[in-house]
């Protein structure tokens, strides 16, 4: 099982950092019943992991507000109607299908793509004063 701390990508944006529970508070409510112990992970793995001292199983901690990730991140995600969004929280996304229905060669669109990816950004900025959530919930983007 993997329990992923509240994001600001929900479809009613009532993401508010109160309703959050913090994966250490998850961390610390099954511990205090069940101990685990942490399973080495890949530093590219999202989730932390740990297995269960006295019985069989493991559970997974995801916690992108409190202990982000992004460092490690080298996804991008192709929307279903054609738009590349080089983070989740992308204020905004890039059009490929116009290129992928267009006269667009392979190397123009493999170009595009590089382009694109060099503008990923270094993070979420959540935890920043200034962050704005993102235009697209994550309905729209997939997981
Ligand atoms: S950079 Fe964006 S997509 Fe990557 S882990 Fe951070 S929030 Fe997620």
């Known amino acids: 099982m993997r329990f992923i701390e509240f994001m600001p990508l ?8 109160d309703l959050m529970v913090p994966a250490a508070e998850v961390y610390k409510r099954i511990s205090a019943k069940w101990p ?13 992991k740990y297995r269960f001292a006295d019985s069989r199983g493991e559970i997974g901690l995801i916690a992108p507000v409190t202990q982000p990730f992004c460092g490690h991140c080298s996804r991008i995600r192709l929307t279903a109607d054609g738009k590349l969004r080089t983070c989740l929280f ?26 694109i990816v060099d503008q990923k950004e270094k993070g979420h900025r959540i935890n920043e004063p200034d ?13």
């Open 10 to 17: 929900d479809a009613d944006r009532a993401w508010n950092r």
């Open 36 to 48: 685990l112990i942490p399973v080495v992970h890949e530093r590219s793995e999202t989730a932390r």
């Open 90 to 115: 992308s204020k905004d996304d890039h059009d490929l299908k116009s290129l992928l229905r267009g006269a667009a060669t392979d190397r123009e669109i493999g170009d595009a793509i590089h382009a």
């Open 131 to 143: 962050f704005v959530a993102p235009s697209r919930t994550m309905v729209f983007i997939g997981g």
